[in-house]
């Protein structure tokens, strides 16, 4: 779910922002570290799923914060031509968790959080927020699984990703749908059809009579 809530939260951004904050804007522009070869991707190919930035498994490191994760996702090639092909399963997660922080100079959580003019207090999210290594270890959360085992240790303070419930992903699916989160052209955005590409990311929203979104 991490994706999808980093989606909408940048389509706000783009929404609320205006001139200064578009599809266009390249995503070096607000990380803290880039290479050259990122310096061409935006943030439109972040949302579509085209900056092909390289896959890594240099997480869940002991020690290490989401800054450190990302230089090691830099130091990898590319996986492709920026907007060459579609792909979710790679850095962009945390690269665009990293673009909101720095944007809006806040924690992934409160960008999204906000109290109840923020995505999880629109959609009714009262359980979903940030992991951290502190909550993986307490009573009451599930490892991530694809099957078994699980996909996941405990380590998670070197990324951004998000915890959530059942009931919490189904009010996000009604509120993006309901158009209650974002513009008309934003929840357009979001609702564009991809054509084919490899199902395994977290999103894969429906709704009768409405196209069928795809997000990684």
Known sequence: VTAIL???????????????????????RDLPTCTRSWRPITVGMLLDGTANLPHTDDMGIVGNKPAQSLISCQ??????????????????????????????????????????????????????????????????FARGYDGAPPIQGPVFNDNIQAYSTASDVYALDKALFGGKLLSRGGTMTILAPHGSFPSTGCCALANPGIARPQWG
């Open 6 to 28: 980093s989606v909408t939260a940048l389509l706000r951004t783009i929404d609320t922002i205006g001139s200064s904050f578009t599809s266009a804007t390249p995503i070096c």
């Open 75 to 140: 130091s990898k090639g590319l996986d492709g031509s920026p907007g060459s092909k579609v792909d979710y399963e790679n850095c962009g997660d945390l690269a665009m968790g990293m673009i909101l922080q720095t944007f809006h100079g806040n924690a992934w959580a409160r960008v999204l959080g906000g109290g109840s003019s923020g995505i999880f207090g629109q959609a009714g999210m009262p359980n979903t927020g940030q992991m951290t290594d502190a909550l993986a270890s307490a009573a009451g």
